[in-house]
Protein backbone atom coordinates (compact mmCIF):
# COMPACT_ATOMS: atom_id res chain seq x y z
CA UNK A 1 0.00 0.00 0.00
CA UNK A 2 2.54 2.34 1.03
CA UNK A 3 4.45 1.65 -2.56
CA UNK A 4 1.08 2.32 -3.87
CA UNK A 5 0.67 5.64 -2.19
CA UNK A 6 4.22 6.80 -3.39
CA UNK A 7 4.03 6.12 -6.88
CA UNK A 8 0.37 7.54 -6.92
CA UNK A 9 1.67 10.29 -9.24
CA UNK A 10 2.37 8.15 -12.17
CA UNK A 11 0.15 5.51 -11.53
CA UNK A 12 -2.69 7.92 -12.03
CA UNK A 13 -2.00 8.18 -15.23
CA UNK A 14 -0.30 5.08 -16.21
CA UNK A 15 -2.68 2.59 -15.23
CA UNK A 16 -5.61 4.57 -18.00
CA UNK A 17 -2.69 4.37 -20.25
CA UNK A 18 -1.89 0.13 -20.13
CA UNK A 19 -6.01 -0.17 -20.03
CA UNK A 20 -6.05 1.58 -24.22
CA UNK A 21 -3.94 -1.14 -25.50
CA UNK A 22 -5.49 -4.16 -23.36
CA UNK A 23 -9.50 -3.07 -24.29
CA UNK A 24 -8.14 -3.74 -28.25
CA UNK A 25 -5.92 -6.73 -27.23
CA UNK A 26 -8.88 -8.43 -25.52
CA UNK A 27 -11.21 -7.60 -28.42
CA UNK A 28 -14.17 -7.90 -26.45
CA UNK A 29 -16.88 -5.05 -25.71
CA UNK A 30 -17.90 -6.33 -22.31
CA UNK A 31 -13.84 -6.98 -20.86
CA UNK A 32 -13.08 -3.60 -22.96
CA UNK A 33 -15.86 -1.91 -20.63
CA UNK A 34 -14.85 -3.44 -17.20
CA UNK A 35 -10.78 -2.90 -17.57
CA UNK A 36 -11.84 0.72 -18.95
CA UNK A 37 -14.14 1.21 -15.54
CA UNK A 38 -11.95 -0.06 -13.13
CA UNK A 39 -9.09 2.04 -14.28
CA UNK A 40 -11.13 5.06 -14.60
CA UNK A 41 -12.11 4.44 -11.02
CA UNK A 42 -8.89 3.82 -9.43
CA UNK A 43 -7.19 7.15 -11.18
CA UNK A 44 -10.30 8.81 -9.49
CA UNK A 45 -9.31 7.04 -6.14
CA UNK A 46 -5.67 8.02 -6.35
CA UNK A 47 -6.86 11.59 -7.85
CA UNK A 48 -8.92 12.20 -4.47
CA UNK A 49 -6.01 11.20 -2.63
CA UNK A 50 -3.47 13.31 -3.96
CA UNK A 51 -6.32 16.25 -3.47
CA UNK A 52 -6.56 15.39 0.30
CA UNK A 53 -2.68 15.49 0.65
CA UNK A 54 -2.49 18.95 -1.22
CA UNK A 55 -5.55 20.60 0.26
CA UNK A 56 -3.16 22.99 2.93
CA UNK A 57 -1.21 24.09 0.11
CA UNK A 58 1.65 21.63 0.32
CA UNK A 59 3.34 20.26 -3.09
CA UNK A 60 4.11 16.84 -4.24
CA UNK A 61 6.97 16.20 -7.07
CA UNK A 62 7.84 13.01 -8.81
CA UNK A 63 10.81 12.45 -10.87
CA UNK A 64 10.42 9.72 -13.18
CA UNK A 65 13.29 7.62 -13.80
CA UNK A 66 14.77 9.05 -11.03
CA UNK A 67 16.24 11.88 -12.38
CA UNK A 68 15.84 15.14 -10.78
CA UNK A 69 14.24 18.28 -12.69
CA UNK A 70 14.97 20.12 -14.80
CA UNK A 71 17.37 17.19 -16.47
CA UNK A 72 14.46 14.97 -16.16
CA UNK A 73 10.57 15.12 -16.40
CA UNK A 74 9.04 15.96 -13.17
CA UNK A 75 4.92 15.46 -12.08
CA UNK A 76 4.24 17.99 -9.99
CA UNK A 77 0.74 18.39 -7.52
CA UNK A 78 -0.48 20.99 -6.01
CA UNK A 79 -3.90 21.93 -5.53
CA UNK A 80 -5.15 23.72 -8.40
CA UNK A 81 -4.22 20.34 -10.38
CA UNK A 82 -5.08 17.87 -7.96
CA UNK A 83 -8.77 19.57 -8.64
CA UNK A 84 -8.56 19.34 -12.72
CA UNK A 85 -7.48 15.50 -12.20
CA UNK A 86 -10.63 15.00 -9.55
CA UNK A 87 -12.97 16.76 -12.51
CA UNK A 88 -11.66 14.64 -14.95
CA UNK A 89 -11.53 11.23 -13.09
CA UNK A 90 -14.85 11.74 -11.18
CA UNK A 91 -16.69 12.66 -14.66
CA UNK A 92 -15.12 9.96 -16.34
CA UNK A 93 -16.30 6.99 -13.28
CA UNK A 94 -19.76 8.12 -13.94
CA UNK A 95 -19.77 8.32 -17.83
CA UNK A 96 -18.39 4.98 -18.18
CA UNK A 97 -21.17 3.20 -17.12
CA UNK A 98 -23.35 5.33 -19.38
CA UNK A 99 -21.72 5.13 -22.24
CA UNK A 100 -22.09 0.94 -21.87
CA UNK A 101 -25.39 1.63 -22.85
CA UNK A 102 -25.66 4.62 -25.09
CA UNK A 103 -22.83 3.25 -27.57
CA UNK A 104 -24.92 0.29 -28.19
CA UNK A 105 -27.77 2.58 -30.02
CA UNK A 106 -24.85 4.98 -31.40
CA UNK A 107 -22.07 3.35 -33.02
CA UNK A 108 -21.67 0.24 -34.82
CA UNK A 109 -21.29 -2.88 -32.87
CA UNK A 110 -17.17 -3.55 -34.42
CA UNK A 111 -16.29 -0.33 -33.01
CA UNK A 112 -17.06 -0.40 -29.34
CA UNK A 113 -13.40 -1.35 -28.23
CA UNK A 114 -12.59 0.76 -30.20
CA UNK A 115 -14.22 3.58 -28.44
CA UNK A 116 -13.47 2.20 -25.32
CA UNK A 117 -9.55 2.31 -26.05
CA UNK A 118 -9.70 5.69 -27.51
CA UNK A 119 -12.19 6.78 -24.43
CA UNK A 120 -8.64 5.44 -22.58
CA UNK A 121 -6.48 7.31 -24.71
CA UNK A 122 -8.20 10.46 -24.70
CA UNK A 123 -8.65 10.25 -20.13
CA UNK A 124 -5.10 9.67 -20.15
CA UNK A 125 -4.15 12.67 -22.69
CA UNK A 126 -6.41 15.08 -20.23
CA UNK A 127 -4.87 13.28 -17.02
CA UNK A 128 -1.40 14.25 -18.33
CA UNK A 129 -1.97 17.16 -19.17
CA UNK A 130 -2.54 18.33 -15.85
CA UNK A 131 -0.30 16.58 -13.79
CA UNK A 132 2.84 17.05 -15.39
CA UNK A 133 5.24 19.58 -14.54
CA UNK A 134 7.35 19.53 -17.97
CA UNK A 135 6.25 21.99 -20.46
CA UNK A 136 6.33 19.62 -23.52
CA UNK A 137 5.00 17.04 -22.30
CA UNK A 138 1.74 19.26 -21.82
CA UNK A 139 1.73 19.18 -25.35
CA UNK A 140 2.70 15.23 -25.95
CA UNK A 141 -0.54 14.52 -23.38
CA UNK A 142 -2.27 17.14 -25.21
CA UNK A 143 -2.09 15.56 -28.55
CA UNK A 144 -2.73 12.06 -27.23
CA UNK A 145 -6.08 13.54 -26.19
CA UNK A 146 -6.85 15.44 -28.94
CA UNK A 147 -5.89 12.67 -31.29
CA UNK A 148 -8.04 10.34 -29.69
CA UNK A 149 -10.82 12.84 -29.22
CA UNK A 150 -11.21 13.14 -33.32
CA UNK A 151 -11.80 9.68 -33.70
CA UNK A 152 -14.35 9.81 -30.43
CA UNK A 153 -16.08 12.52 -32.33
CA UNK A 154 -15.97 10.81 -35.90
CA UNK A 155 -17.71 7.35 -34.19
CA UNK A 156 -20.93 9.49 -34.19
CA UNK A 157 -21.11 9.16 -37.96
CA UNK A 158 -22.71 5.73 -37.53
CA UNK A 159 -25.67 7.95 -36.45
CA UNK A 160 -25.45 11.09 -38.46
CA UNK A 161 -23.01 11.57 -41.19
CA UNK A 162 -22.15 14.95 -40.27
CA UNK A 163 -19.86 13.99 -37.34
CA UNK A 164 -17.37 13.47 -40.05
CA UNK A 165 -17.08 17.04 -41.03
CA UNK A 166 -17.48 18.05 -37.21
CA UNK A 167 -14.72 15.60 -36.41
CA UNK A 168 -12.62 17.12 -39.00
CA UNK A 169 -13.08 20.81 -38.21
CA UNK A 170 -11.96 20.08 -34.94
CA UNK A 171 -9.04 18.16 -36.38
CA UNK A 172 -7.65 21.12 -38.65
CA UNK A 173 -8.70 23.87 -36.09
CA UNK A 174 -7.07 21.31 -32.81
CA UNK A 175 -3.87 21.20 -34.84
CA UNK A 176 -3.59 24.60 -35.37
CA UNK A 177 -3.69 25.47 -31.77
CA UNK A 178 -1.46 22.70 -31.05
CA UNK A 179 0.96 24.40 -33.75
CA UNK A 180 1.06 28.02 -31.94
CA UNK A 181 1.42 26.19 -28.53
CA UNK A 182 4.69 24.22 -29.86
CA UNK A 183 6.06 27.00 -31.06
CA UNK A 184 5.84 29.45 -28.26
CA UNK A 185 7.21 26.69 -26.37
CA UNK A 186 9.96 26.52 -29.00
CA UNK A 187 10.70 29.87 -28.04
CA UNK A 188 10.82 29.92 -24.40
CA UNK A 189 13.00 26.92 -24.93
CA UNK A 190 15.02 29.00 -27.09
CA UNK A 191 15.75 31.95 -24.66
CA UNK A 192 15.88 30.10 -21.67
CA UNK A 193 17.15 26.15 -22.30
CA UNK A 194 14.82 24.80 -20.17
CA UNK A 195 10.90 23.47 -20.40
CA UNK A 196 10.69 22.25 -16.73
CA UNK A 197 7.87 24.57 -15.32
CA UNK A 198 9.19 25.31 -12.23
CA UNK A 199 12.72 26.32 -13.93
CA UNK A 200 11.11 28.48 -16.41
CA UNK A 201 9.46 30.51 -13.93
CA UNK A 202 13.22 31.38 -12.42
CA UNK A 203 14.34 31.75 -15.88
CA UNK A 204 12.07 33.62 -17.46
CA UNK A 205 11.47 35.78 -14.15
CA UNK A 206 14.20 38.89 -15.09
CA UNK A 207 13.25 38.59 -19.38
CA UNK A 208 9.72 40.67 -19.49
CA UNK A 209 10.86 42.70 -21.89
CA UNK A 210 12.66 40.05 -24.21
CA UNK A 211 10.90 40.00 -27.33
CA UNK A 212 11.18 36.32 -27.52
CA UNK A 213 9.29 35.73 -24.22
CA UNK A 214 6.62 38.06 -25.31
CA UNK A 215 5.91 36.30 -28.61
CA UNK A 216 5.87 32.90 -27.07
CA UNK A 217 3.16 34.05 -24.58
CA UNK A 218 1.45 35.11 -27.08
CA UNK A 219 1.35 32.06 -29.43
CA UNK A 220 0.68 29.86 -26.09
CA UNK A 221 -2.19 31.83 -24.94
CA UNK A 222 -3.61 31.54 -28.89
CA UNK A 223 -3.01 28.30 -29.23
CA UNK A 224 -5.13 27.26 -26.09
CA UNK A 225 -7.26 29.95 -26.91
CA UNK A 226 -8.44 27.28 -29.59
CA UNK A 227 -8.66 24.50 -27.31
CA UNK A 228 -10.81 26.16 -24.53
CA UNK A 229 -13.20 27.54 -27.34
CA UNK A 230 -12.73 31.27 -26.39
CA UNK A 231 -15.27 33.61 -28.30
CA UNK A 232 -14.50 33.46 -31.23
CA UNK A 233 -11.87 30.57 -31.46
CA UNK A 234 -14.97 28.52 -30.68
CA UNK A 235 -16.34 27.18 -34.03
CA UNK A 236 -15.33 23.69 -33.74
CA UNK A 237 -17.04 23.15 -30.47
CA UNK A 238 -20.51 23.37 -31.27
CA UNK A 239 -20.12 20.69 -33.98
CA UNK A 240 -17.96 17.92 -32.24
CA UNK A 241 -20.63 18.56 -29.18
CA UNK A 242 -23.71 18.06 -31.62
CA UNK A 243 -22.69 15.13 -33.52
CA UNK A 244 -20.21 13.45 -31.02
CA UNK A 245 -21.74 10.02 -29.48
CA UNK A 246 -23.89 11.30 -26.26
CA UNK A 247 -21.36 9.97 -23.90
CA UNK A 248 -18.45 12.27 -25.79
CA UNK A 249 -20.38 15.04 -25.77
CA UNK A 250 -21.03 14.77 -21.69
CA UNK A 251 -17.52 13.80 -21.15
CA UNK A 252 -15.78 16.47 -23.16
CA UNK A 253 -18.36 19.14 -22.27
CA UNK A 254 -17.32 18.30 -18.41
CA UNK A 255 -13.18 17.89 -19.08
CA UNK A 256 -11.47 18.94 -21.98
CA UNK A 257 -12.02 22.97 -22.00
CA UNK A 258 -11.35 23.00 -18.49
CA UNK A 259 -7.94 20.96 -18.54
CA UNK A 260 -7.24 23.78 -21.52
CA UNK A 261 -8.38 26.52 -19.10
CA UNK A 262 -5.57 25.35 -16.79
CA UNK A 263 -3.06 24.73 -19.00
CA UNK A 264 -3.50 28.48 -19.23
CA UNK A 265 -3.66 29.57 -15.90
CA UNK A 266 -0.81 27.59 -15.04
CA UNK A 267 1.15 28.94 -17.65
CA UNK A 268 -0.09 32.83 -16.78
CA UNK A 269 0.61 32.16 -12.88
CA UNK A 270 3.18 29.26 -12.73
CA UNK A 271 5.65 29.55 -15.45
CA UNK A 272 5.17 33.45 -17.02
CA UNK A 273 4.85 35.95 -13.86
CA UNK A 274 1.66 37.58 -12.84
CA UNK A 275 3.57 40.97 -12.52
CA UNK A 276 4.84 40.84 -16.16
CA UNK A 277 3.34 43.61 -18.31
CA UNK A 278 2.14 41.63 -21.60
CA UNK A 279 -0.04 39.51 -19.15
CA UNK A 280 -1.74 42.17 -17.79
CA UNK A 281 -2.56 43.66 -21.29
CA UNK A 282 -3.91 40.02 -22.26
CA UNK A 283 -6.52 39.83 -19.13
CA UNK A 284 -7.28 43.50 -20.17
CA UNK A 285 -7.23 43.50 -23.86
CA UNK A 286 -8.54 39.64 -25.07
CA UNK A 287 -9.72 38.09 -21.78
CA UNK A 288 -12.27 40.88 -20.54
CA UNK A 289 -13.88 41.49 -24.00
CA UNK A 290 -13.83 38.54 -25.38
CA UNK A 291 -15.09 37.13 -22.11
CA UNK A 292 -17.97 39.43 -21.55
CA UNK A 293 -18.54 39.05 -25.52
CA UNK A 294 -18.71 35.07 -24.92
CA UNK A 295 -21.46 35.49 -21.99
CA UNK A 296 -24.05 37.34 -24.33
CA UNK A 297 -23.55 35.99 -28.02
CA UNK A 298 -23.31 32.62 -27.65
CA UNK A 299 -26.22 32.97 -24.99
CA UNK A 300 -28.36 34.98 -27.60
CA UNK A 301 -27.21 32.05 -30.16
CA UNK A 302 -28.56 29.48 -27.95
CA UNK A 303 -31.35 30.58 -27.44
CA UNK A 304 -32.49 30.19 -31.04
CA UNK A 305 -31.55 26.98 -31.41
CA UNK A 306 -33.49 23.85 -32.13
CA UNK A 307 -31.48 21.63 -31.66
CA UNK A 308 -30.86 20.30 -27.85
CA UNK A 309 -27.40 19.11 -28.33
CA UNK A 310 -26.13 22.40 -30.18
CA UNK A 311 -28.02 24.37 -27.18
CA UNK A 312 -25.90 23.05 -24.60
CA UNK A 313 -22.73 23.52 -26.62
CA UNK A 314 -23.65 27.22 -26.87
CA UNK A 315 -24.03 27.44 -23.82
CA UNK A 316 -20.72 25.81 -22.72
CA UNK A 317 -19.01 28.75 -24.63
CA UNK A 318 -21.04 31.64 -22.79
CA UNK A 319 -19.89 29.27 -19.16
CA UNK A 320 -16.35 29.21 -20.49
CA UNK A 321 -16.70 33.41 -20.97
CA UNK A 322 -17.88 33.26 -17.20
CA UNK A 323 -14.36 31.46 -16.29
CA UNK A 324 -12.32 33.59 -18.85
CA UNK A 325 -13.78 36.19 -16.89
CA UNK A 326 -12.66 35.17 -13.23
CA UNK A 327 -9.33 34.88 -14.79
CA UNK A 328 -9.29 38.77 -16.34
CA UNK A 329 -10.46 40.30 -12.44
CA UNK A 330 -6.71 39.09 -12.05
CA UNK A 331 -7.40 38.17 -8.34
CA UNK A 332 -7.26 35.57 -5.95
CA UNK A 333 -11.02 35.90 -5.29
CA UNK A 334 -12.06 35.66 -8.87
CA UNK A 335 -9.27 32.62 -9.55
CA UNK A 336 -11.14 31.14 -6.74
CA UNK A 337 -14.61 31.48 -8.71
CA UNK A 338 -12.76 30.26 -11.91
CA UNK A 339 -11.92 27.06 -10.15
CA UNK A 340 -15.46 26.81 -8.61
CA UNK A 341 -16.63 27.10 -11.79
CA UNK A 342 -14.94 24.52 -13.41
CA UNK A 343 -15.96 21.64 -11.01
CA UNK A 344 -19.71 23.30 -10.55
CA UNK A 345 -19.99 23.32 -15.04
CA UNK A 346 -18.09 19.61 -15.06
CA UNK A 347 -21.10 18.01 -13.14
CA UNK A 348 -24.08 20.73 -14.44
CA UNK A 349 -23.17 19.61 -17.96
CA UNK A 350 -22.59 16.48 -17.65
CA UNK A 351 -25.65 15.71 -16.36
CA UNK A 352 -27.55 17.44 -19.25
CA UNK A 353 -25.75 16.15 -22.36
CA UNK A 354 -26.11 13.06 -20.06
CA UNK A 355 -29.96 13.54 -20.02
CA UNK A 356 -30.22 14.59 -23.53
CA UNK A 357 -28.74 11.69 -24.65
CA UNK A 358 -31.32 9.37 -22.87
CA UNK A 359 -34.20 11.11 -24.84
CA UNK A 360 -32.05 10.71 -28.36
CA UNK A 361 -32.10 7.15 -27.46
CA UNK A 362 -35.80 6.90 -26.98
CA UNK A 363 -37.27 9.23 -29.96
CA UNK A 364 -34.29 9.26 -31.92
CA UNK A 365 -33.73 12.68 -32.43
CA UNK A 366 -32.43 15.95 -30.37
CA UNK A 367 -34.78 18.58 -31.61
CA UNK A 368 -36.78 19.80 -29.24
CA UNK A 369 -39.75 20.54 -31.54
CA UNK A 370 -39.91 16.21 -30.95
CA UNK A 371 -39.43 16.59 -27.53
CA UNK A 372 -42.92 18.06 -26.94
CA UNK A 373 -44.79 16.73 -24.14
CA UNK A 374 -41.92 14.36 -22.99
CA UNK A 375 -41.88 15.58 -19.64
CA UNK A 376 -44.92 13.31 -18.96
CA UNK A 377 -43.38 10.82 -20.36
CA UNK A 378 -40.25 10.45 -19.73
CA UNK A 379 -40.29 12.31 -15.72
CA UNK A 380 -37.20 11.67 -14.90
CA UNK A 381 -35.16 12.39 -17.61
CA UNK A 382 -36.70 15.99 -18.32
CA UNK A 383 -36.19 16.68 -14.67
CA UNK A 384 -32.40 16.20 -14.85
CA UNK A 385 -32.58 18.37 -17.52
CA UNK A 386 -34.75 21.29 -15.91
CA UNK A 387 -32.19 20.80 -12.48
CA UNK A 388 -29.30 21.06 -15.07
CA UNK A 389 -30.99 24.10 -16.33
CA UNK A 390 -31.19 25.77 -13.13
CA UNK A 391 -27.67 25.43 -12.33
CA UNK A 392 -26.70 26.94 -15.67
CA UNK A 393 -29.10 30.28 -14.58
CA UNK A 394 -27.71 30.09 -11.16
CA UNK A 395 -30.99 29.71 -8.99
CA UNK A 396 -30.01 29.62 -5.04
CA UNK A 397 -29.73 26.03 -4.12
CA UNK A 398 -27.34 24.73 -7.15
CA UNK A 399 -23.73 24.61 -7.74
CA UNK A 400 -24.20 27.12 -10.31
CA UNK A 401 -25.20 29.85 -7.57
CA UNK A 402 -22.24 29.32 -5.72
CA UNK A 403 -19.77 29.95 -8.68
CA UNK A 404 -21.71 32.96 -10.09
CA UNK A 405 -21.66 34.40 -6.20
CA UNK A 406 -17.74 33.67 -5.93
CA UNK A 407 -17.76 35.52 -9.46
CA UNK A 408 -19.69 38.56 -8.47
CA UNK A 409 -18.16 38.63 -4.96
CA UNK A 410 -15.29 38.79 -6.67
CA UNK A 411 -16.32 41.96 -9.00
CA UNK A 412 -17.65 43.63 -5.99
CA UNK A 413 -14.40 43.81 -4.51
CA UNK A 414 -12.39 45.34 -7.12
CA UNK A 415 -15.05 47.56 -7.59
CA UNK A 416 -16.49 46.58 -10.84
CA UNK A 417 -20.08 47.18 -10.41
CA UNK A 418 -20.55 47.10 -14.28
CA UNK A 419 -19.60 43.90 -14.73
CA UNK A 420 -21.29 42.08 -12.11
CA UNK A 421 -24.31 43.79 -13.74
CA UNK A 422 -23.22 42.08 -16.85
CA UNK A 423 -23.14 38.65 -14.84
CA UNK A 424 -26.00 38.77 -13.75
CA UNK A 425 -27.86 39.91 -17.28
CA UNK A 426 -25.86 36.90 -19.16
CA UNK A 427 -27.85 34.43 -16.19
CA UNK A 428 -31.46 36.18 -17.46
CA UNK A 429 -30.33 35.09 -21.23
CA UNK A 430 -29.73 31.47 -19.77
CA UNK A 431 -33.47 31.51 -18.34
CA UNK A 432 -34.48 32.25 -22.12
CA UNK A 433 -33.24 29.00 -23.87
CA UNK A 434 -33.91 27.39 -20.01
CA UNK A 435 -37.55 28.30 -20.56
CA UNK A 436 -37.26 27.30 -23.70
CA UNK A 437 -36.48 23.72 -22.71
CA UNK A 438 -38.89 23.49 -20.14
CA UNK A 439 -41.65 24.95 -22.11
CA UNK A 440 -41.19 21.88 -24.68
CA UNK A 441 -41.16 19.61 -22.08
CA UNK A 442 -44.23 20.41 -20.14
CA UNK A 443 -46.27 22.73 -21.91
CA UNK A 444 -46.26 21.85 -25.12
CA UNK A 445 -48.75 19.40 -26.19
CA UNK A 446 -47.13 15.92 -27.89
CA UNK A 447 -47.73 15.70 -31.97
CA UNK A 448 -47.15 11.59 -31.70
CA UNK A 449 -49.62 9.24 -30.67
CA UNK A 450 -46.31 6.74 -30.50
CA UNK A 451 -45.69 6.32 -26.03
CA UNK A 452 -42.15 6.93 -25.35
CA UNK A 453 -40.95 4.88 -22.28
CA UNK A 454 -38.64 6.53 -19.43
CA UNK A 455 -34.95 5.96 -20.03
CA UNK A 456 -33.66 3.16 -18.19
CA UNK A 457 -32.10 2.96 -15.07
CA UNK A 458 -28.30 2.26 -16.79
CA UNK A 459 -28.97 6.04 -17.90
CA UNK A 460 -30.90 7.27 -15.28
CA UNK A 461 -28.50 6.22 -12.66
CA UNK A 462 -25.56 7.74 -13.77
CA UNK A 463 -27.22 10.94 -14.84
CA UNK A 464 -28.71 11.38 -11.70
CA UNK A 465 -25.28 11.27 -9.90
CA UNK A 466 -24.22 14.25 -11.38
CA UNK A 467 -27.33 15.89 -10.79
CA UNK A 468 -27.44 14.69 -6.87
CA UNK A 469 -23.73 16.08 -7.10
CA UNK A 470 -24.89 19.77 -8.55
CA UNK A 471 -27.57 19.94 -5.91
CA UNK A 472 -25.24 18.71 -3.17
CA UNK A 473 -22.51 21.55 -4.11
CA UNK A 474 -24.72 23.87 -4.10
CA UNK A 475 -26.03 23.17 -1.07
CA UNK A 476 -23.25 22.45 0.77
CA UNK A 477 -20.58 24.59 -1.30
CA UNK A 478 -17.97 24.71 1.47
CA UNK A 479 -15.69 21.90 0.69
CA UNK A 480 -15.29 22.90 -3.28
CA UNK A 481 -14.98 26.42 -1.89
CA UNK A 482 -11.91 25.83 0.28
CA UNK A 483 -10.55 23.78 -2.62
CA UNK A 484 -11.05 26.67 -5.11
CA UNK A 485 -9.81 29.10 -3.02
CA UNK A 486 -6.41 26.74 -2.25
CA UNK A 487 -6.22 26.09 -5.40
CA UNK A 488 -6.40 30.51 -6.94
CA UNK A 489 -3.82 30.67 -3.90
CA UNK A 490 -1.24 28.29 -5.15
CA UNK A 491 -1.58 29.71 -8.54
CA UNK A 492 -1.30 33.08 -7.83
CA UNK A 493 1.29 33.03 -4.89
CA UNK A 494 3.49 30.92 -6.51
CA UNK A 495 3.17 27.89 -4.55
CA UNK A 496 3.76 25.54 -7.67
CA UNK A 497 7.42 26.41 -7.71
CA UNK A 498 7.91 26.38 -4.04
CA UNK A 499 9.10 23.09 -1.77
CA UNK A 500 8.38 20.04 -2.42
CA UNK A 501 7.70 16.51 -0.95
CA UNK A 502 9.75 14.07 -3.54
CA UNK A 503 7.07 10.55 -3.58
CA UNK A 504 8.41 7.37 -5.21
CA UNK A 505 12.42 6.97 -6.42
CA UNK A 506 14.64 10.01 -4.76
CA UNK A 507 16.01 12.25 -7.94
CA UNK A 508 19.84 11.54 -8.48
CA UNK A 509 22.36 14.10 -7.53
Not at 254 to 267: P, S, W
Not at 442 to 471: D, G, M
Amino acid sequence: MSALVNHSLILVVLIPLLAAPLCMLFGNRAVAFWISFFASLFALILSLHLLLMVIDGDVLSYHLGGWAPPLGIEYRVDAANALVLLIVSAISTVVLPYARVSIKDEIAEHHHTLFFACYMLCFTGLLGVAITGDAFNVFVFLEISSLSTYVLVALGANKDKRALSAAYDYLILGTIGATFFVIGLGLIYMSTGTLNMVDLSQRLAPLEDNKTVRTAFAFIVIGMGLKIAIYPLHRWLPGAYTYAPSAISAFLAATATKVAIYVVLRFMFSVFSAKFGFELDTVRLIFFPFAIIAMFAASLIAVYQVNLKRLLAYSSIAQIGYMLLGVALFSSAGLTATMAHLFNHAITKGAMFMAVGAIIMRIGSPLLPKMAGLGRQMPWTSAAIVLGGLSLIGVPGTAGFVSKWLLLTAAFQQGYWFIALLIVASSLLAVIYVWKCVETLYLTPSTSNVAVAEAPLSLLVPTYVLVIATIWFGLDASTITVASQTAAESLIGGGYGGEATVMGVEGRK
